[in-house]
């Protein structure tokens, strides 16, 4: 009889503190619920439930705890009470789920409460990222990718937060996933290709560029990104092909006629890495040529244009300086002449572009060097002084 009593005696012990702990959640429930809404009640019941060696082993609580901390990120009078309101009750119910995946609320968690969370997440990234908190919207979106690995959108917003943090690593790392999910959209190949700019890795650039082009064979601004890393290498007969697919795409824009004619006049004088000189190759004369007539297209659109004028009337002073060089090695009298003429007559080839260029730039010291030069050429000593003293000017 006696061991009797003290098997009922516990039985009813632990019936009791059964009922104890599930009154603490629904404390906390009730606290929480309409018409209480007494959030800071309801948040200290439910952590004290959750600090406690038998409620925090029911699923009842995570999911209460989720429903509660919820509430505290939508409550203008009680948010303060929690820093993380949002990360906190999606832990919550990512609980409840692993106590039982089955329980009664799984539909409601996966269908309900964890999209609006990703959402709440997502905007507020958002909204850090539009008051300049880079870092803190890094670490939201970053969070809302944790719960949504596969969304694209915050993939992206996850890229711009780490560019603009200065988080270079991670700001690739996002583009890169995006590039590898052959993600719609050409500015994610331009991103990561500059990145890489950046770095010093054009190789890594331009093989990111190719890339985009075989998705996005229609984008310019992908052609456009293509032609300056070509360019800035040095690869110029690559960056001409571009450059005419790219006139081709966009015939008024003026920079690429500049961009095409420089191209052409640096296969004609090619140099080495230190600045000098190299052999001239055979078709000099055709891609010189060629470099006059581009320049001259992109004058017939627009006249005004600063660097097409400049770079006409550098092309034809450089060429007729080489020729006066080439003519001082002439002996025969009657032969250095001819040559002469023609040298001069270049040398005023180049005048009315350069000075439409300084008219158009007044004090740009290139355009006022190249005259100065020009007009000892020329022999015209008041248009020199004008220039030398506009010079002296400036210094």
């Known amino acids: 009889m006696k061991k009797i009593g003290l098997f009922l005696l516990i039985s009813c012990f632990s019936v009791t503190l059964s009922f104890s702990q599930k009154a603490k959640v629904r404390a906390a429930y009730n606290y929480y619920k309409d ?14 439930a959750t600090a406690d060696d038998q409620s925090k082993k029911m699923e009842l609580t995570w999911y209460y705890r989720g429903l509660i901390y919820s509430a505290l990120f939508k409550s203008e009078k009680y948010g303060f009470l929690c820093d993380h309101c949002l990360e906190v009750a999606y832990e919550s119910f990512l609980k409840a789920m692993e106590i039982n995946p089955k329980n009664e609320w799984a539909d409601e968690i996966n269908v309900i409460r964890v999209p609006w969370l990703t959402n709440q997440i997502f905007g507020l990234g958002v909204d850090q990222f539009k008051s300049k908190k880079y870092k803190d919207a890094l670490s939201s979106f970053e969070y809302a990718l944790k719960i949504s690995p596969g969304d694209t959108s915050i993939i992206l917003n996850s890229a711009y937060s780490a560019e603009m943090a200065g988080n270079q690593e991670k700001s690739k790392q996002y583009y890169s996933r995006l590039v590898g999910m052959k993600y719609r959209d050409d500015k994610v190949y331009l991103a990561l290709s500059n990145l890489y700019k950046q770095e010093k890795d054009t190789a890594k650039a331009l093989g990111i560029i190719k890339d985009g082009r075989k998705l996005f064979a229609d984008s310019l601004s992908l052609l456009l990104a293509e032609i300056n890393i070509h360019l800035a290498s040095g690869h110029n007969s690559e960056a001409t092909e571009d450059l005419d697919a790219a006139i081709k795409k966009d015939p008024k824009n003026q920079s690429l006629y500049s961009a095409m004619g420089s191209a052409y006049d640096n296969l004609a004088n090619p140099k080495d890495a230190n600045g000098n000189d190299l052999p001239k190759p055979s078709n000099y004369s055709e891609l010189m040529n060629k470099a006059e007539e581009v320049y001259k297209q992109g004058l017939s659109l627009n006249p005004g244009n600063f660097e097409i004028n400049f770079n006409l009337g550098a092309l034809y002073f450089n060429q007729a ?14 032969e250095f002449a001819k040559a002469k003429l023609s040298y001069e007559q270049k040398f005023k080839e180049a005048e009315p572009f350069l000075e439409k260029a300084l008219e158009l730039s007044p004090n740009d010291k290139s355009t006022l060097n190249s005259l100065k030069q020009l007009y000892v050429r020329t022999a015209e000593t008041e248009k020199y002084n004008k220039v030398k003293n506009t010079l002296d000017g400036l210094r």
């Open 35 to 48: 018409p209480y809404n007494d959030y800071e009640k309801a948040k200290d019941a439910i952590d004290a």
């Open 321 to 334: 300086a080489e020729m006066a060089n080439a003519a001082n090695n002439i002996k025969s009298n009657d």
